[in-house]
């Protein structure tokens, strides 16, 4: 099956940094990628879409200009958390989407990437 | 609003069978994915359904009912390595997927 990774797999940070996690696509080309948070014993949350060359579409609440989503190429999309903060540790997933990828279209995912900001 | 349900949490013993329940309210219909989840660790993909039946791959079997808005995800001999969380999710029409909040199953021996 198509494989995604993710890097770091977890990051430790003072507040006030800015961490950046990649996410690429090593089989495939993912017009598509997609970027979660999930909370302890929560399920995941949607927090931007992106396509390559484009901007990312984010869902509402999510503030763009904290979460900086970069697709530049067909197997890498980044995520910077700018001036991270204790709230903003969580479980950050990555998946990647490409028509044939899969067999039913659907997403594959990182391994996930647990952010702590001190 | 979308909005889909499942249980949160259910308990089964090995060897047995469970069937995990997920009822769904969506704008739109174009499929439905059963993912499991091990604790710490990213999603993997279990089943797709977007026509009603039954859908059997091995131990694992996915059902859909469009019509009552219902899917199951049914598990057979259950093994210790199957608990996890068991997501369910919607493909709306704008083929964005729309998560349940996960069923965490519990094997006990």
């Known amino acids: 099956g198509a494989v995604v990774s993710q890097h770091p797999s977890w990051v430790i940070c003072k507040s006030g940094t800015s961490v950046k996690i990649e996410c690429r696509s090593l089989?495939?080309?993912?017009?598509?990628m997609f970027w979660y948070r999930q909370f302890p014993k929560q399920s995941l949350m949607l927090m931007a879409t992106?396509?390559?060359?484009?901007?990312?579409?984010?869902e509402q609440g999510v503030e763009k200009d904290k979460f900086l989503i970069n697709h530049a190429s067909l197997t890498l999309s980044t995520l910077t958390v700018t001036s991270a903060h204790p709230e903003d540790s969580s479980f950050y997933i990555c998946?990647?989407?490409?028509?044939?990828?899969?067999?039913?279209?659907?997403?594959?995912f990182g391994p996930g990437t647990r952010l702590t900001v001190l | 609003g979308q909005n889909i349900d499942q249980p949160t949490e259910m308990t089964a013993t090995e060897g047995a069978i469970v069937q995990i329940n997920c009822t769904y309210q969506?704008?739109?219909?174009?499929?439905l994915f059963w993912y499991q989840q091990h604790a710490g660790e990213a999603p993997t993909f279990l089943s797709y359904?977007?026509l009603d039946g039954l859908e059997e791959k091995g131990r694992f079997s996915s059902f859909l009912s469009r019509s009552k808005g219902y899917s199951y995800l049914l598990l057979k001999e259950l093994q210790m390595k199957d608990s996890a969380s068991y997501l369910c999710?919607?493909?709306?029409?704008?083929?964005?997927?729309?998560w349940g909040a996960g069923t965490k199953l519990i094997i006990k021996p």
């Open positions: 359904n977007v």
């Open positions: 999710a919607v493909l709306d029409s704008n083929y964005q997927l729309i």
């Open positions: 969506t704008s739109g219909f174009n499929g």
């Open positions: 998946s990647a989407r490409d028509v044939g990828a899969g067999e039913y279209n659907e997403q594959f």
């Open positions: 992106s396509n390559e060359g484009s901007k990312a579409t984010y």
């Open positions: 089989d495939f080309q993912a017009t598509t």
